[in-house]
């Protein structure tokens, strides 16, 4: 199984898909960093001093919550499109015969498969992360709260899609496979956002449509118990000592008005062990 | 000893019927041909036997075990038929691969992947990317994969089908030094002069059914035909004869038939001398494997319609 992870891991590599993926996100550092510096320039506080304190170190988070809002699509597009055709694809195109007819369990196969693309978005997603918060103290000098937890949320995002397109390819074409991973996502973000608008309006449906959702597939609701974690930690504010000025609603869309409980990160660690499992079995059951 | 053993093996997709109660045993040290027309099996029974598809019903045993068996994946090499190798790696990364999945350390797998690239005429292109090999290179470079891990058999599917003549002659020498060597080879090919060069048993495949199987000998001692010139031929014994040949043509001074088997010939003779025929030439017909393989697909489809 380790044999074909840092195969999976090297062909990765060698391919240029990390190359690729770590132009365009420093691109998205450039572009952000820039936006970063200038909105930070133009900021207006209040004259009470603790007001002051707090919104500062809110405008960061809220920053830092878009950033990493936004770089969550980078690396799911990355977790999506590696997998995508990972068993269909090298069946379609007859890469896999040589390497199925080995000794080696087609479990092996699958998971080794899986963990060299698990340990490729992991690193990817870790400096991605580490890059927008090394901006956000660079230009404001915040260190983010719960940065290890929340480190680890952001890399158990590409985690949960990148085992649902693990799935997807033991029995779909990879095109089929595409649609259904971006469709799932496009699914959950959406539901996320309407859980959160659902809050803030008061609309219980439009909350219990984002919960489904993220039974569906939680990568939606790992974002919001990442946002969640900063948030809790904050060194003030935390809706306490401003009652009026709820951190949460202040990130607005981006916040975790309505966050998931803990058990949703034990779903989601079941989920993704669940789905490897069905692929697993699914993978082992079909002719090659 | 059979190395491999299909007992009633059936293969069926949705409705159509791929391999149809396939029995076969091949000895070790053989190298078995594997002979049909395209669509007509040959690779889901070779893809049954490297464990990559599941029968629908009947067994198939490799080196003893059930395809799906690591212990006896252990002992196979595999060359598909229209397989990619991954581009991205050099020639002698991917054979090395191949070699450690194959179950060899680091070291021995690298000093394995250039005996085998020498071997199949690759010496001094292993550094090379396989994405910029040609086609030809790539199915050497193929054929070295499935031969890295020094298996008891070899499953080559079509292994010459994008080589030049010289290399089809280098891939059946190859063939000869694995059987030297005591290794099994079981052969899927189109081209039949090659399989009749090498192969100690040959079996023939139609519609998913297996319709000869024997040694290239045996199948070639089947219905036989024959050219005689000859001379004072009477109409009498002409007419005796068109009674027990229906084919029989007589053109001239020569006349030409087919027989049941080519020990009829020697009867044939006989026969017109005792008749008073001046026998000048007898010329008997090379039963081809071409020729046993065309009959028998023709007999199958007009069997099937």
């Not at chain 1, 690729?20 to 572009?31: K, M, Q, R, S, Y």
């Not at chain 2, 069926?12 to 099996?41: H, K, M, T």
């Not at chain 2, 071997?119 to 994405?131: H, M």
Request: some cysteine.
């Amino acid at each position: 199984m380790w044999l074909i992870a840092l195969f999976t891991f090297r062909e990765a590599w060698r391919k240029k898909v990390v190359l690729l993926a770590g132009v365009l996100t420093l691109a998205f550092l450039i572009l952000y960093g820039t936006g970063l510096h200038f909105t930070l320039g133009d900021r207006v506080y209040p004259s009470d001093p603790a007001a002051a304190d707090f919104f500062e170190m809110m405008e960061a988070i809220t920053l830092f919550s878009m950033g990493i809002y936004l770089a969550g699509f980078l690396v799911a597009g990355l977790a999506i499109l590696a997998a995508v055709g990972s068993i269909a694809g090298e069946i379609e195109n007859g890469t896999l015969y040589p390497l199925a007819a080995r000794p080696l369990s087609r479990r092996a196969l699958l998971l080794g498969k899986y963990f060299g693309l698990a340990a490729m978005l992991v690193t990817y997603a870790a400096l991605f992360f580490l890059a927008l918060s090394g901006l956000i103290y660079w230009q404001t000098g915040l260190v983010i709260p719960g940065l290890a937890p929340a480190l680890a949320l952001f890399i158990l995002k590409p985690l949960v899609l990148l085992s649902i397109t693990m799935m997807g390819t033991t029995w779909l074409p990879t095109l089929g496979n595409g649609v259904l991973a971006f469709g799932l996502y496009a699914l959950a973000v959406a539901g996320g956002m309407m859980e959160q608008i659902g809050v803030l309006m008061g609309s219980t449906a439009a909350v219990y449509s984002g919960v489904i959702t993220s039974f569906i597939l939680p990568a939606d609701a790992v974002y919001r118990m990442l946002v969640a974690t900063v948030v809790h930690r904050l060194p003030i504010g935390n809706g306490q000592d401003m009652p009026f000025f709820n951190p949460q609603m202040i990130l607005g869309p981006f916040g975790s008005q309505s966050t998931p409980s803990d058990w949703m990160l034990v779903y989601t660690l079941a989920y993704i062990v669940i789905l490897l499992a069905v692929a697993v079995r699914t993978f082992k059951l079909r002719d090659i | 000893m059979a190395i491999i053993e299909v007992a009633h093996l059936t293969k069926v997709y949705g409705q159509q019927v791929a391999c149809r109660d396939i029995c076969l045993s091949v000895e070790e040290g053989q190298i078995f041909g594997f002979l049909g027309p395209n669509g007509a099996g040959k690779s889901t029974l070779v893809k049954i036997l490297v464990g990559l598809v599941y029968p629908t019903a009947g067994e198939a045993k490799v080196v003893g075990y059930a395809p799906q068996d690591i212990r006896g994946r252990r002992q196979i090499g595999f060359l598909p038929e229209n397989f990619r190798l991954h581009g991205w790696l050099k020639g002698e990364e991917l054979v090395a691969f191949h070699a450690r999945l194959a179950g060899l350390d680091g070291r021995t797998a690298r000093r394995r992947a250039y005996e085998v690239l020498e071997l199949v005429g690759l010496a001094g292109e292993g550094r090379k990317l396989v994405a910029n090999y040609s086609k030809g290179m790539q199915q050497r470079l193929g054929l070295a994969a499935a031969l890295v891990g020094d298996p008891r058999v070899v499953f080559l599917d079509e292994p010459t089908s994008a080589l030049d003549p010289l290399g089809r002659r280098e891939v059946r020498e190859i063939l000869l030094t694995l059987r030297a060597a005591g290794k099994t080879v079981f052969l899927n090919s189109h081209l039949l002069s090659e399989v009749e060069q090498v192969c100690d048993r040959v079996a023939i495949i139609n519609r998913g059914t297996v319709v000869a199987d024997g040694r290239p000998e045996e199948l070639q001692a089947g219905p036989a035909t024959v050219a005689i010139r000859l001379g004072a031929l009477t109409g009498e014994l002409a007419a005796e004869l068109r009674r027990r040949y229906p084919d029989l043509q007589l053109e001239g001074d020569r006349l030409s038939l087919a027989l049941g088997s080519r020990e009829e010939v020697a009867e044939l003779v006989a026969r017109l001398v005792a008749g008073g025929c001046r026998i000048y030439e007898v010329t008997p017909g090379h039963n081809s494997l071409e020729d046993i393989f065309v009959h028998l697909v023709k007999e199958g489809e007009l069997l099937c319609g």
